[in-house]
């Protein structure tokens, strides 16, 4: 993935640069469940800020700023 492409997808969310885990499973070229299902069990492995879940209001300000809408509200964000 090109550069270029990799830094459309970081948003600014709470005063941090992120990615959601739709992106990230694109970039790794994997289903974003697979993603999750990787990520979930072993959290312990990742520094404790490396994921969070926005809210509704939060994934609705944020919809209008990506090209399409994947989903709704509770989107998993990693930093």
């Known amino acids: 993935?090109?550069?270029e492409?990799?830094?459309?997808?970081?948003?600014?969310i709470r005063g941090q640069k992120v990615m959601f885990n739709f992106d990230?499973?694109?970039?790794?070229?994997v289903e974003t469940k697979?993603?999750?299902l990787a990520v979930k069990p072993n959290?312990?492995?990742?520094p404790l800020d490396f994921m969070f879940q926005l809210n509704k209001s939060e994934w609705e300000g944020l919809r209008l700023q990506i090209e399409t809408s994947r989903g709704?509200?509770?989107?998993?964000?990693?930093?």
Do not use: S, V
């Open 1 to 3: 993935m090109q550069l």
């Open 5 to 12: 492409k990799i830094q459309t997808k970081i948003y600014e």
């Open 24 to 29: 990230l499973a694109e970039l790794y070229e």
């Open 34 to 36: 697979n993603l999750n």
């Open 43 to 46: 959290l312990r492995r990742f």
């Open 72 to 79: 709704r509200g509770g989107q998993d964000i990693y930093l």
